[in-house]
């Protein structure tokens, strides 16, 4: 109520009065005691042999009716919301159709369908089958009438859901049946129920296409609200208190139906055991370990690693096998690692990418927002639509698996959220990729136990996915992922929505399992430290194409991308180099051998940076020509910052707009692009073109106050040309 205008409370009030007074009007209008002749009264109306006739009949057609929506419905709502083809809007207005028509209508319309003459009905006749006026015609009325109500709910329902749970039960392992068996429905549960209340609502009181298609013959297509309607000329009262039968029918199966328990769903943040999916696995009980017990190792593969034994039914057996054991003979040897080629080619999205992973590498994708790094991961985990992934081509180990479905290309794939089936146990969520695999019941929960152990969260195994922290989630992810034994991992910024803390653990996660069980890996990052402790080899892409590709620490080190550099927390400007000078030697001295006199050899060179008449001195430890493409990378502690010219020759000075200052640690980060060199001094620029050098300078906070660093002001960057450093491109 907070969070609302008190306004509102009118006209709710308004409606609900508008609903609830001709009700309680009707009632007052019912008479409950017979009158002085004994004839009369509630009870003795409504048990009359038409009465009971009527409502046993409108209770099981419409009963029948809502049966036939679910089985019909659902499939037209799964296909309105989850594909694509022509005429599309024309087949769900026409679905929809019967919500806007008179039922007299859609009456005519059934009786012209399937009536002795209808275009169905005349064939059937031949066969010696009638349906209209049979209680089959009832029903049929009923589902007419009732069908858009069902459509229309559980339609809107999956329209919202995030099919990224499908995406991942499919990479899982998971059949398209067993993805909407076990994923799909369950999730938009609440809704079916919602709909089919609904439907049986609007079944019960139908009339109008019931009278015209089925007639009114008693106990066979008499249903109440046609009893109501004829005794509303022969008895009033009677139609009274029928009426208020069906009101008060339709008020307990709608309350009772529709309440919060059941429309709950799966029951998310209730505890305790859940559906047939959401228990631990079925295994035979063991005693339970104190928590100050000594860890067991548990082997899996080819590793061995500490079991961690945390308040639970632990070292759980299937025979006289432990869980690792189990989920040994059940999954197999570990696999040797696979070597991953992709050509994906994605007009759609701008995506041009030829890469090849070699068995067990770890290769982080980097680049800005919409460069096409997710794209690239769909493409390989085979999650693209036909029609954008045509000319994609994916080899895992040397066999194509182009046309092969997610389920088939032992390919996991982990996102920036955990995904978790909230209608699951942590047990479930981690099993249901073996169990989608082919594995039994039990072999699939051991192997689930087993795989939580080694990220260190068997202790969650019992609880509801809705009741972990961000942290827990993503490591119950994880498990579910490698509960697989993937070929080929795909990270998708798994650790983005994370405290840093809690990244750093998961991060121990990943290093881990990478160590024991080396994967070839594809890890979409935007974080340092993501690169720098899991990759092997970084690949920046801009654009769609691949602009840097080398070992992680190299690209790091030495960046040729603006976002690599921006990454590892140095400038970058990339130009043309436009003069080179004499190589230079430099004695260095080895600490290892104090004698012997190492000369490194050095050129200072100039680089025009492109597109703008920005310029550059620095130095280069490898061979450099004019007119190549190089980058110079310099770190923003080394950049001065001034406010009037600086006094001297430094041979690196640009002016510069500030941007923004930004806290980096202890110190300020102070963001500036370079202006235009035409500018007198002291006139400051009325626009920052965006296609300008963008600098960066790290400063103290009285250094910041002092010159008085503000966004928008005009100041003088420089550095000294040997801390700028030149590499090709």
């Known amino acids: 109520m907070r969070t609302l205008p008190r306004w509102l409370l009118v006209p709710a009030a308004l409606g609900a009065l508008f609903v609830v007074v001709p009700l309680v009007a009707m009632a007052a209008r019912v008479d409950l005691a017979p009158g002085a002749d004994g004839t009369g009264g509630l009870w003795s109306l409504v048990t009359s042999p038409t009465a009971v006739d009527a409502l046993w009949l409108s209770l099981r057609t419409s009963l029948a009716a809502t049966a036939c929506c679910v089985v019909v419905g659902t499939p037209m709502a799964l296909v309105l919301a989850r594909t694509t083809f022509p005429g599309q809007r024309v087949a769900r207005a026409l679905v929809l159709l019967p919500l806007v028509l008179p039922p007299v209508v859609g009456g005519i319309a059934l009786l012209h369908t399937f009536g002795r003459r209808g275009l169905i009905g005349q064939h059937l006749e031949v066969l010696g089958i009638e349906i209209a006026f049979t209680t089959t015609a009832v029903v049929l009325a009923q589902t007419f009438v009732a069908l858009p109500f069902l459509v229309l709910s559980l339609e809107g329902a999956l329209r919202t859901q995030d099919t990224r749970f499908e995406d991942v039960a499919a990479t899982l392992g998971a059949r398209p049946t067993t993805v909407l068996r076990r994923v799909t429905l369950p999730r938009v549960l609440p809704a079916l129920l919602s709909g089919s209340v609904l439907a049986f609502a609007r079944a019960l009181g139908e009339f109008g296409a019931t009278i015209t298609f089925a007639g009114a013959l008693q106990g066979v297509t008499q249903t109440l609200p046609l009893e109501i309607y004829l005794q509303r000329s022969a008895d009033p009262d009677a139609a009274v208190a029928l009426s208020f039968v069906l009101v008060v029918?339709?008020?307990?199966?709608?309350?009772?139906?529709?309440?919060?328990?059941?429309?709950?769903?799966?029951?998310?943040?209730?505890?305790?055991?859940?559906?047939?999916?959401?228990?631990?696995?079925?295994?035979?009980?063991?005693?339970?370990?104190?928590?100050?017990?000594?860890?067991?190792?548990?082997?899996?593969?080819?590793?061995?690693?500490?079991?961690?034994?945390?308040?639970?039914?632990?070292?759980?057996?299937?025979?006289?096998?432990?869980?690792?054991?189990?989920?040994?003979?059940?999954?197999?040897?570990?696999?040797?690692?696979?070597?991953?080629?992709?050509?994906?080619?994605?007009?759609?999205?701008?995506?041009?990418?030829?890469?090849?992973?070699?068995?067990?590498?770890?290769?982080?994708?980097?680049?800005?927002?919409?460069?096409?790094?997710?794209?690239?991961?769909?493409?390989?985990?085979?999650?693209?639509?036909?029609?954008?992934?045509?000319?994609?081509?994916?080899?895992?180990?040397?066999?194509?698996?182009?046309?092969?479905?997610?389920?088939?290309?032992?390919?996991?794939?982990?996102?920036?959220?955990?995904?978790?089936?909230?209608?699951?146990?942590?047990?479930?969520?981690?099993?249901?990729?073996p169990r989608a695999r082919g594995a039994g019941r039990g072999a699939a929960g051991a192997t689930a136990l087993d795989v939580l152990a080694r990220v260190g969260v068997d202790d969650l195994a019992g609880r509801r996915a809705t009741e972990l922290s961000g942290g827990q989630a993503q490591r119950v992810s994880i498990a579910r992922a490698l509960a697989t034994d993937p070929r080929v991992l795909l990270l998708d910024e798994p650790l983005a929505s994370l405290d840093v803390g809690v990244a750093q653990r998961v991060r121990s996660v990943l290093h881990d399992a990478q160590r024991d069980r080396p994967r070839t890996t594809l890890l979409v990052t935007h974080d340092l430290l993501d690169v720098l402790l899991l990759a092997d080899r970084a690949v920046v892409l801009e654009d769609g194409r691949v602009v840097e590709d080398g070992p992680a620490t190299e690209v790091l080190t030495r960046p040729r991308s603006r976002f690599a550099a921006r990454l590892a927390g140095v400038n970058l400007l990339a130009g043309v180099v436009s003069d080179v000078t004499e190589p230079v030697p430099v004695s260095t001295r080895s600490a290892l051998r104090a004698v012997e006199a190492v000369e490194a050899v050095e050129h200072e060179a100039a680089l025009s940076v492109g597109g703008t008449e920005t310029g550059v001195l620095g130095t280069a430890g490898e061979p450099l020509a004019v007119g190549s493409a190089a980058v110079a990378v310099f770190e923003p502690r080394t950049v001065a910052v001034h406010r009037a010219t600086p006094e001297g020759s430094p041979r690196n000075a640009w002016r510069v707009v500030v941007t923004s200052v930004e806290p980096h640690g202890p110190l300020l980060r102070a963001w500036g692009r370079v202006e235009r060199d035409d500018l007198r001094p002291g006139e400051r620029s009325a626009v920052v073109r965006d296609d300008a050098p963008r600098l960066a300078a790290d400063l103290t906070p009285r250094a910041v106050a002092e010159l008085r660093l503000a966004p928008g002001e005009s100041v003088w960057f420089v550095v000294k040309a040997a801390e700028v450093r030149l590499h090709a491109r």
């Open 249 to 433: 029918v339709a008020v307990v199966i709608t309350a009772g139906v529709h309440g919060p328990r059941v429309l709950d769903g799966a029951g998310a943040g209730r505890s305790g055991p859940g559906p047939r999916w959401g228990r631990a696995p079925d295994l035979p009980s063991a005693p339970l370990v104190p928590r100050d017990a000594p860890a067991r190792p548990a082997t899996v593969g080819r590793a061995s690693l500490p079991r961690p034994l945390v308040g639970r039914r632990a070292s759980a057996r299937v025979g006289r096998r432990t869980p690792a054991e189990v989920a040994e003979a059940t999954m197999g040897a570990a696999e040797p690692a696979a070597s991953l080629a992709v050509r994906a080619v994605v007009p759609g999205r701008g995506l041009d990418v030829d890469l090849t992973v070699a068995p067990g590498e770890v290769v982080a994708v980097l680049g800005e927002n919409g460069s096409g790094k997710s794209t690239l991961l769909q493409a390989v985990a085979g999650l693209l639509p036909p029609a954008a992934a045509r000319s994609a081509r994916v080899t895992v180990d040397g066999a194509d698996v182009t046309r092969e479905p997610p389920r088939g290309r032992r390919v996991a794939w982990l996102s920036q959220r955990p995904l978790l089936f909230e209608h699951l146990s942590v047990v479930g969520n981690v099993a249901f990729g």
